[in-house]
């Protein structure tokens, strides 16, 4: 990446929508923040499908109609450049991007629909971050049909993915393990029905997402050898929900799971299971809330509506206030906060990282330097913070030290910050790349003037060691 590059087009504005708070959330959290978000939509202008992955400064995601060969894996780079990275799919179950390898595992479950070379199985695609319009059926893990309703996957280790088999009532689905060193796969969960997606607990035991044949859905817990966990389990394991398509677990241990209900059935929502086995809802308003994943630095969430007829043309995403930057307990301080972070100190002022650090630096590349991804965030309702009322926003200065001449990397940082200054709700801007060289610092200020003459000052110093 180079300095001057600009991350991806990010287009966010919303309301903050206030989930649950965590009783025992792991450090660096404090342990009595509530989660809180701001909506905002990424919109990429194509209908899209069934599953995305973070990436770095990427997201893969879905693309096309269900047909034979007519859905592909999209690419979205930073600056907006969108590419297909594969082709040839008919209908996509799940996808899961390995950092350690670079290579994205996906899924297919339409092998029979007429007219289709492949599918019913899971694939690899080497090399995802630069790989371009590759045929799907070069990248079969498993012969074509070896998995007639493949759902979601999840990377195990380096030889071993799960994958969910959503057979249906009665019994015929489960969770497969794929073996990669040997291309083989066999049952480590039988005795499911339309099962779904799949986390790993940080203690080692497996959450699967399972529909019954009434759509009931539940979140059942068991060991890494595939044995249910009845009793001295998780609280979240046997919870029942009003559906689970695809789940991913949250730095605080929380379980949010797409495929769920409104009460009155009016929409799809988004829950958040906290370690003590409670829902909430912290998105609704879906057709059918579907794909899910978090990208690791921020905390941000992506989401992918399963629009009909037609897919949804943007990615919905949650960006939390307990990672942002600049939120505090004075009575100007919700006025504006920085946003992108790092999971070593997301509410300092401090954004460290190591030079190819997989969880922060997002080139994920030992190059002597540390590329971080940085938006702003304005008239935030801080759940933590009753002091502070957001007001409309009048103008916003952003400013760097360093300075350089020409700054075309902070000044688009400061236009995607201007687009967001009009309206009275939430919002956060679209990010912009920054790259600091190994054993340097930039440092970042954003001074908020509002309507009504409030002043919020905020700081960001970006490290690369």
């Known amino acids: 990446m180079q300095t ?64 034979a060969g007519t859905e592909s894996i999209q690419r979205r780079g930073h600056g907006g450049l969108l590419e297909t990275a594969v082709s040839g799919l008919n209908s996509i179950g799940g996808m899961a991007y390995d950092s350690e390898s670079g290579t994205l595992y996906f899924t297919d479950n339409a092998g029979d629909f007429p007219g289709a070379i ?125 559906g689970a398509a695809d789940q991913v677990l949250n730095q605080r241990g929380s379980l949010l799971v797409t495929g769920g209900s409104a009460p009155d059935f009016s929409s799809s929502i988004v829950v958040s299971v906290d370690q003590d086995g409670m829902p909430s809802t912290i998105a609704e308003g879906f057709q059918f809330s579907l794909g899910i994943d978090i990208d690791t630095p921020s905390g941000q969430i992506g989401i992918v509506d399963s629009c009909f007829p037609e897919g949804c043309p943007e990615i919905t995403l949650l960006t939390p206030t307990n990672r942002m930057t600049g939120l505090g307990m004075d009575a100007e301080d919700c006025q504006a906060a920085f946003w992108g972070g790092t999971p070593h100190s997301p509410q300092g002022n401090v954004w460290r990282c190591r030079d190819g650090e997989i969880d922060c630096d997002r080139d994920r590349e030992e190059n002597g330097s540390c590329t971080f991804e940085v ?37 688009a940082m400061q236009l995607r910050v201007d687009a967001i200054i009009p309206g009275n709700e939430a919002a956060c801007s679209g990010s912009t790349i920054v790259e600091v060289d190994k054993g340097k610092k930039v440092e970042i200020s954003m001074e908020v003037l509002t309507v009504d003459g409030t002043t919020d000052t905020d700081s960001l110093t970006l490290r690369c060691r």
Do not use: K, W
């Not at 489960?174 to 040997?182: K, N, Q, R, Y």
């Not at 008239?379 to 933590?384: F, M, S």
């Open 4 to 67: 001057q590059t600009i991350a991806l087009a990010l287009g966010l504005l919303s309301t903050i929508l206030v989930g649950c708070g965590s009783s025992n959330a792991p450090a660096p959290m404090p342990e009595d923040d509530t989660t809180a978000y701001v909506r905002g939509e990424h919109r990429l202008g194509t209908p899209l499908q069934s599953d995305l992955a973070f990436a770095g400064t990427h997201i893969f995601v879905g693309q096309g109609s269900f047909g």
């Open 118 to 242: 492949t599918g019913d199985t899971v694939y690899a695609l080497p090399d995802a971050l630069s790989a371009n319009n590759v045929n799907a059926a070069d990248l079969e893990i498993l012969p074509s049909g070896s998995i007639p309703f493949a759902a979601q996957v999840i990377v195990m280790d380096a030889e071993t993915l799960l994958v969910s088999d959503a057979g249906g009532p009665p019994g015929l689905g489960g969770v497969i393990s794929v073996d990669l060193a040997t291309g083989t796969f066999a049952y480590l969960i039988e005795g499911l029905e339309y099962a779904a997606g799949i986390s790993v607990l940080p203690e080692g035991n497996l959450l699967v997402g399972n529909v019954d044949g009434n759509f009931v859905g539940f979140v059942l817990e068991y060991t890494a050898e595939g044995t249910p966990v009845d009793a001295g389990g998780s609280a979240i394991g046997g919870i029942e929900l009003s």
């Open 375 to 411: 938006g702003a965030c304005l008239r935030l309702a801080d759940p933590n913070d009753s002091t502070c009322t957001p007001e409309n926003t009048s103008s916003v200065a952003v400013r760097r030290s360093p300075r350089v001449d020409p700054d075309g990397l902070f000044l």
